[in-house]
């Protein structure tokens, strides 16, 4: 097995393209990959990558397109998406379960995991065959908490559940488990990268007990698909301490909230809430939980406050650098833009390059205050990292 402390990313900083192949919450199949012109335009969106030294990539094959028979895969268009990679010298970590799933599975079909094992044992012969000697670095399925919850508790994606969190985050473990141990046994080499939600869930001002309790059990939950993962959770399913490499955390502006509420607490408000939390303290809690390499594996903000964001980002990178903790990567995702997945003419004005919907592909226009931003952000992890070296 590769060694957990060696680092196969070719760049700290990583553009993220939008890859969601789900239905959506009126049960309409969306395919963000062409919606969004990254497919028409990779060439285009690889090549305006290295005005930043970005060399790495989150990619995701798109499960729902992939097998449209059981058990039979076209990966003619991963195919062509390594092609760009290697063109451009890009670096691609693909996510083989973002979101969507064939037609005739969800997370609670009896056999959701016998599938997706057999979608990773096919996916590593396909990209052997391509690149035999390149390090593949692997999603398994993307963000299981969260979408355990819109498929589970919020009827946003299939199953279209209430209630029923638990069992869809159980199922969908149960098929991570399974496929991270199919990925080992026909790659011992590869690497594997979680990407979770990154959470702060607090009680309300002078809590009562029981709201002190509930607001800790709810922060707590945020890590369970991790503790299933590497054993420490739901034995049964056959997570090992050893299915944990690498530990990636999705982190946005609302991801702080007092609990049982729509609540949020601000990022950028004059004076905090004093229940907020800087990043940089959710990732020191975070790497001391698991002790593992992490990375930011997905970080954006909407309009025009994104290059405050990105600065702020910048800040808190370097500072969880200087503490010489292992931070790998930070990912903007997206770097181009999306739509909403339920009302697809919103775009939400997230990524580095905008979306210029009147012209075909869409057009990319590069916002260049987050651009003068990233830059800044990039200096700024760049001499922490170098004194980290030293």
């Not at 930043?52 to 076209?74: C, L, M, N, S």
């Not at 963000?143 to 498929?151: A, K």
């Not at 502006?253 to 509420?261: L, S």
């Not at 990375?295 to 200087?322: K, Y």
């Amino acid at each position: 097995m590769t060694s957990l402390f060696s680092n196969p990313f070719r760049s700290f900083w990583w553009g993220g393209y939008e890859c969601t192949d789900q239905l959506n919450a009126f049960g309409h199949r969306v395919d963000f990959l062409p919606l969004t012109g990254h497919l028409q335009l990779i060439n285009e969106d690889y090549a305006a990558l290295h005005q930043f030294q970005v060399r790495t990539v989150r990619e995701g094959i798109r499960w729902a397109h992939i097998e449209k028979t059981p058990y039979q895969y076209d990966f003619s268009t991963v195919q062509a998406m390594l092609e760009a990679g290697q063109r451009h010298g890009i670096q691609q970590v693909w996510d083989l379960c973002h979101f969507g799933y064939p037609d005739d599975l969800t997370p609670l079909h009896p056999l959701f995991a016998r599938r997706f094992a057999a979608l990773c044992r096919a996916f590593v012969a396909f990209y052997r065959s391509q690149r035999p000697d390149d390090v593949l670095i692997v999603t398994p399925i993307n963000e299981v908490s969260f979408i355990s919850w819109l498929g589970g508790d919020a009827r946003g994606t299939a199953p279209y559940c209430n209630n029923q969190g638990w069992e869809v985050k159980y199922g969908l473990m149960r098929a991570y488990i399974e496929g991270a141990h199919a990925l080992r046994e026909a790659d011992p080499g590869i690497r594997m990268l979680t990407t979770e939600p990154l959470v702060n869930i607090v009680p309300p001002p002078r809590p009562t007990p029981r709201e002190r309790r509930e607001a800790e059990e709810g922060h707590r939950n945020q890590f369970q698909a991790t503790d299933i993962l590497s054993g420490r959770l739901c034995p049964e399913l056959g997570g090992r301490s050893e299915l944990l490499d690498m530990v990636g955390f999705n982190y946005y502006y609302d991801n702080q909230w007092q609990n049982h509420t729509d609540l949020k607490l601000g990022w950028n408000d004059d004076v905090h809430d004093p229940r907020w939390r800087p990043l940089r303290t959710l990732l020191r809690d975070a790497y001391k939980r698991y002790q593992r390499p992490f990375a930011l594996t997905e970080t954006s903000h909407p309009g025009e406050h994104r290059p405050q964001w990105l600065r702020m980002i910048g800040e808190e990178c370097a500072a969880v650098l200087s503490e010489g903790l292992p931070l790998w990567g930070a990912c903007l995702y997206p770097v181009v833009d999306r739509p909403d997945w339920d009302h697809l003419d919103q775009w939400h004005q997230s990524g580095l390059w905008d979306a210029d919907l009147s012209q075909p592909g869409p057009a990319r226009v590069l916002h260049q205050p987050s651009a003068d931003a990233l830059l800044e952000a990039q200096a700024r992890v760049a001499t922490a990292l170098v004194a980290g070296h030293r």
